[in-house]
């Protein structure tokens, strides 16, 4: 006679003490819950009305300046402290645990065009409209001591621009000709020109990458903004740039992805953003469009994924890196034309400097809960995330998870130019119709914008 025994280990059933919930066995076999979808489309939809209605992203305020906020830099090694320079040649260094202004000193006469913070974290640079280029301590001036540079170089032409290496004691200032310096001298050790009046911005590329010429990684990039519609790319140790491409119109700022070496996107005056990989400039690998009037920063989140823009159409917008459109668009009605935008080391804030003299940090994730999470509450998070991310194309919950309120100006705005923008498509279908075939090409948005690629 054959007895069968059950078999059960207690660890698998018995509460350790009488605080921890009941286990309950489940059998995860799908003919067993038939309504196991329908009951996950309501989850994801109660999830997408929610987040919506926690979107509060707005957090502080940062007043103090006395004129418009024209830069801001972050510090390399604290989360915490913010640089910011003003209009009128004042810099701040902000406590954004406190939120508070720590330090204030006048560095400059007329613009702060430009500030970065040294890899180190123990000094920064300032650039004003007075042609000078200026050294400072982090740290405040100990009691009666006064506030004095730790060293300033005096140029011929005004700078607009400034960018620090990201391992070496070298910077890059861009004006009327982009200039690598050495911390150590007062005069460049190398200047680059290509039959360009000025420019308006200069980055080092922050990533580490193999040239196949090269056995060791390579950190020697720069590219820059200029006033001829240009970006140009540049080798430090190269004498003259490697190849720009010509836009149809002025990029403002460029920012380079931080996890990929090869791309970058810049800000242009055309409502849209473009991003480039540097070995084939002849097209966009992608174009954001969403803002109605010039986008004047670009800054990456620390992770590469997204990036942040600010606008002359008093918004900011969240675009992923890999998508044509936002994800997000924060605006309130005190804020006036966004100057300057940073996102935050630690890629959980965005802070702004706009015309009206304030610093505003929003949250990344406007719907995302600050402080500790317990255990609980992070695994409903995760699910109700993965639920949304399941349910994402459906009508309804991809319809709730879009809709965002926009001023009516910036609403009126984007409507009139999806009218301008349909009247051209249909034009230019109907002059294709009726010439002869061949004669006029179809072309691309990404192709619309470059006019040429010189080397």
Not at 256 to 280: I, K, Q, V
Not at 410 to 439: D, F, W
Request: glycine fraction near 4%.
């Amino acid at each position: 006679m054959k007895v069968k025994v059950l078999s059960r280990n207690p660890d698998d059933y018995v509460r350790e003490t009488k605080l921890d919930i009941q286990r309950v066995p489940r059998n995860y076999d799908p003919a067993l819950h038939p309504f196991e979808v329908p009951r996950e489309y309501t989850r994801a939809l109660n999830a997408t009305k929610l987040e919506r209605v926690f979107a509060k992203p707005f957090l502080a305020s940062l007043d103090g300046h006395r004129d418009g906020v024209n830069c801001m830099a972050k510090h390399t090694k604290s989360l915490s402290t913010l640089l910011s320079g003003s209009c009128d040649g004042e810099v701040k260094v902000w406590n954004l645990t406190k939120r508070e202004c720590v330090r204030t000193l006048q560095a400059h006469e007329g613009f702060v065009r430009g500030m970065v913070v040294r890899f180190c974290g123990n000094s920064f640079f300032t650039v004003g409209d007075d042609k000078t280029i200026k050294q400072w301590k982090m740290e405040a001036p100990g009691y009666g001591e006064e506030e004095e540079p730790l060293n300033t170089i005096l140029g011929k032409t005004v700078f607009t621009g400034l960018d620090h290496h990201q391992k070496e004691g070298v910077f890059a200032t861009c004006g009327q000709q982009v200039d690598i310096w050495d911390e150590q001298r007062s005069s460049p050790i190398r200047s680059f020109t290509w039959g360009v009046d000025s420019f308006s911005s200069v980055r080092f590329n922050p990533v580490e990458f193999l040239i196949r010429t090269f056995v060791s990684p390579q950190t020697e990039l720069l590219a820059s903004c200029a006033s001829d519609r240009s970006i140009v790319l540049y080798d430090m140790r190269e004498s003259t740039p490697l190849k720009k491409v010509i836009m149809n119109l002025r990029s403002n700022t460029i920012c380079w992805n931080p996890m990929e070496a090869y791309y970058f996107t810049c800000s242009n005056e055309d409502y849209n953003l473009y991003t480039y990989d540097m070995r084939h400039l002849d097209r966009p690998v992608i174009v954001h469009m969403d803002h109605v009037s010039a986008v004047l920063d670009i800054d990456y989140s620390p992770t590469g994924k997204e990036f942040v823009s600010a606008s002359f159409d008093k918004t900011i917008r969240i675009f992923p890196r890999d998508s044509g459109h936002s994800r997000e668009v924060y605006h309130t009605k005190r804020m006036q034309h966004v100057i300057c935008i940073k996102w935050s080391a630690d890629n959980k804030y965005i802070l702004s400097g706009s015309d009206e003299m304030n610093i505003r940090m929003w949250k990344a994730n406007a719907a995302e809960k600050l402080g500790v999470l317990s255990p609980r509450e992070r695994e409903a998070v995760n699910y109700n995330q993965k639920l949304k991310e399941k349910f994402q194309h459906h009508p309804q919950i991809r319809r709730i998870s879009r809709h965002r309120h926009l001023p009516k100006a910036i609403y009126s705005q984007a409507k009139e130019l999806r009218v301008m923008k349909e009247a051209r498509r249909r034009k230019e279908i109907n002059v294709r119709k009726h010439s002869k075939p061949g004669t006029v090409p179809v072309v691309s948005e990404k192709e619309k914008h470059i006019v040429t690629v010189v080397k």
